[in-house]
């Protein structure tokens, strides 16, 4: 029978997989970091991540667009839409060009909430500023790799 990663990790001391669990870990500090930031905001951390996504991509987003961006159903991001409209961080208009579409900006409070919320990977940034800049380079081609090749995996 096959070993699993986990088995790999653990029983074999197989670097490969020490590396998958060791980014699996990262991004579960990544997650609860996130999770901190929306708390305080009383958001969810899809909601945060549409706050940031709105306010630092220069297209004006439309439900569709954001749910591409962030790889979730339409459905899952109107039902996230919802109630930053009703708290009025985010104002929804119909599209000039398309009746069905509408365009999403972020009201003055919504403006500060993102602002606010965008520090929550100041403690992830802090750790590695201090990285050497070869290693940060080489760390961002091995990344980037991974993630285009696991982006071509769900096509």
Same mark, same amino acid.
């Given at each position: 029978?096959?070993?699993?990663?986990?088995?790999?990790?653990?029983?074999?001391?197989?670097?490969?997989?020490?590396?998958?669990?060791?980014?699996?870990?990262?991004?579960?500090?990544?997650?609860?970091?996130?999770?901190?930031?929306?708390?305080?905001?009383?958001?969810?951390?899809?909601?945060?991540?549409?706050?940031?996504?709105?306010?630092?991509?220069?297209?004006?987003?439309?439900?569709?667009?954001?749910?591409?961006?962030?790889?979730?159903?339409?459905?899952?991001?109107?039902?996230?839409?919802?109630?930053?409209? +009703? !708290?009025? #961080?985010? $104002? %929804?208009?119909? &599209?000039?060009?398309?009746?069905?579409?509408? =365009? *999403? @900006?972020?009201?003055?409070?919504?403006?500060?909430?993102?602002?606010?919320?965008?520090?929550?990977?100041?403690?992830?940034?802090?750790?590695?500023?201090?990285?050497?800049?070869? +290693? !940060?380079? #080489?760390? $961002? %081609?091995?990344? &980037?790799?991974?993630?285009?090749?696991?982006? =071509? *995996? @769900?096509?």
């Amino acid at each position: 029978m096959a070993k699993t990663v986990f088995e790999k990790a653990f029983l074999q001391k197989d670097i490969n997989a020490i590396l998958v669990l060791s980014l699996e870990k990262l991004n579960q500090s990544i997650d609860d970091l996130l999770w901190r930031q929306a708390m305080e905001h009383g958001l969810s951390p899809l909601q945060i991540r549409l706050l940031l996504i709105i306010r630092h991509k220069a297209e004006i987003f439309t439900a569709s667009q954001l749910a591409a961006e962030l790889n979730v159903a339409k459905a899952t991001i109107s039902v996230a839409l919802k109630p930053l409209i +009703e !708290k009025k #961080l985010i $104002l %929804k208009r119909k &599209s000039a060009t398309d009746n069905r579409a509408s =365009a *999403l @900006k972020l009201t003055e409070w919504g403006e500060q909430i993102a602002h606010i919320a965008g520090f929550y990977f100041e403690p992830l940034y802090q750790l590695i500023v201090p990285i050497d800049k070869s +290693e !940060k380079e #080489l760390m $961002l %081609k091995n990344i &980037s790799g991974i993630l285009g090749k696991l982006n =071509a *995996l @769900k096509k």
